[in-house]
């Protein structure tokens, strides 16, 4: 089981659901907590993306990143919080911005954001909940009902 953010974090470190940037202190906890000794004795984080692994210095190119993507309305907590490497952020970002870009306008817009979520829901991610429920609205005609 991996170790997360605790509730003193949260405390200590509060971020408004809003705001675009997780807390800098719950990269660097998330980092001490997941980091693991290698052979050579160093502790090293392994992004959960391209599993290449980074020691204390490199600190700087791991990132705080929304799960659910900030710019699909994805909020800034401790549930959407992961720290992936800076490859993999920008890969990510590039992606996500073209797909945004070409589905917006298209009407495809929701099919895409209801496909990701019954993903996420499928994998027993926690984040499908009501709320998101209310974001995308009615099932697209031909889905499964829930559940
Ligand atoms: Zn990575």
Redesign the pocket.
Same mark, same amino acid.
């Given at each position: 089981m991996q170790e997360d953010i605790s509730d003193v974090e949260c405390l200590l470190f509060p971020v408004d659901p809003l705001a675009r940037a997780f807390p800098h202190e719950w990269k660097v906890s998330l980092f001490r907590r997941r980091a693991k000794r290698d052979a050579d004795g160093v502790f090293r984080y392994e #992004?959960p993306? #391209?599993k290449?692994k980074f020691d204390h210095l490199s600190l700087e190119y791991l990132h705080g990143d929304h799960i659910w993507p900030y710019s699909l309305c994805g909020e800034t907590t401790r549930e959407n919080f992961r720290v992936? #490497?800076g490859? #993999?952020n920008s890969a990510k970002s590039n992606y996500i911005d073209s797909v945004i870009r070409s589905a917006l306008g298209s009407g495809d817009f929701r099919r895409m954001v209801f496909d990701f979520l019954k993903t996420l829901e499928n994998a027993g991610n926690p984040l499908m909940d009501h709320r998101l429920e209310d974001f995308i609205g009615a099932r697209p005609e031909g889905s499964p009902k829930g559940q």
């Amino acid at each position: 089981m991996q170790e997360d953010i605790s509730d003193v974090e949260c405390l200590l470190f509060p971020v408004d659901p809003l705001a675009r940037a997780f807390p800098h202190e719950w990269k660097v906890s998330l980092f001490r907590r997941r980091a693991k000794r290698d052979a050579d004795g160093v502790f090293r984080y392994e #992004c959960p993306i #391209c599993k290449h692994k980074f020691d204390h210095l490199s600190l700087e190119y791991l990132h705080g990143d929304h799960i659910w993507p900030y710019s699909l309305c994805g909020e800034t907590t401790r549930e959407n919080f992961r720290v992936i #490497c800076g490859s #993999c952020n920008s890969a990510k970002s590039n992606y996500i911005d073209s797909v945004i870009r070409s589905a917006l306008g298209s009407g495809d817009f929701r099919r895409m954001v209801f496909d990701f979520l019954k993903t996420l829901e499928n994998a027993g991610n926690p984040l499908m909940d009501h709320r998101l429920e209310d974001f995308i609205g009615a099932r697209p005609e031909g889905s499964p009902k829930g559940q």
